[in-house]
């Protein structure tokens, strides 16, 4: 095989030497994606050598609806005092979760709930010290990966509590990780134009900075195809790079593309080419992010909005685990794409399978499950 315009950058992974900025930039203009495939599923097997994909038994809850920062991409939120908003109660929690602790038995800490909302103004620390402490009594196999940087950035404010503090008592009640759910795309040019209210990228990588300070995990995302620039999302994976760099406290690397159905920026020309990203823009962004991201153990695949097919082709692109059962979706679906409905637990293990891995269940922190 004839040298390539990449074998630089390729010498460079092979070697286990830090790709560039710069390299990261011509990878995006690469035109060969199979080549860019190749060097990270190079370095997957590195860091994963056994013919193994794991995936994770959880539970999406989304525990309101009502949001007031009114994020352009966003088509779940309901603003407050709308008919349509709603917290549920907890008894209704509950039963979410003994749904789920029926299809996962009762390993501790070995099934996942995730449980995010929106920025509600009437939730303070009070109602999630409450609402966690309960789950952790009442369910000890079960891990809380709940919030999102966004949230608890939030409920800090309203609380009147620094950062620092209010994830240390959110922790303390029950807490166990957070969700990467909020990045977007890390710029603050990109945020004033999809959504204008959210934090800052200081104040959201500030969030994880802390929780890894505080020995807590919090996995990293990427929502991509909206109004970013290629320079604007190599960015993006420079600041986590750089967090990780620092404690180590990433566990997993999740990138999903923008779902417009439904959105204010989906329907707005003037901001959104109205391209949505394809399969193959996927494939392309998670293997550079597998190369340029070295210190972040796993890649998980999105098949919620990749569907099943993408989420297997994606296995040789850098991705070595293929996330949660989730068990109900309400945020992508809002948006009009999600693939929830069709992927059974038995599902998930015959994708991996029939895509020549063996299917390994783990908990939330990437620990193999008996």
Known sequence: MGKTMIDDIAEKVYNEERISFDDAMRLFEHPNVTEIGLLADFVRQRKWPKDQVTYNIGRNINYTNVCWVKCDFCAFYRSPGSDEGYVLP?????EKIDE???????????????????????????????????????????HQHCLSATEIIYIAHISRLSLEDCIRRLRDAGLDSIPGAGAEILSDEVRDVIGFRKDRVSEWLDEHRIAHQLGMRTSATMMYGHVET?????????????????KGGFTAFIAWNFQPDYTDLGGDTSRWDGKKATGYDYLRTIAISRLFLDNIPSFQASWVTQGAKIAQVSLKYGVNDFGSTMMEENVVSAAGTSHTDAMTLQTMQRLIEDAGYDAVRRNTQYDLVN
Do not use: C, W
């Not at 966690?132 to 079960?142: D, G, L």
């Open 230 to 246: 290629i320079e604007q999302r190599v960015t993006h994976l420079e600041h986590l790079r750089n967090v990780q760099d620092e």
């Open 100 to 142: 789920m602790v029926a299809l996962g038995g009762d390993t501790v800490k070995s099934n996942e709930i995730l449980m995010q909302g929106g920025l509600t103004p009437k939730l303070r620390i009070e109602y999630y010290e409450e609402l966690f402490s309960a789950i952790r009594e009442r369910y000890p196999q079960v």
């Open 90 to 94: 907890n008894e209704l929690i509950f």
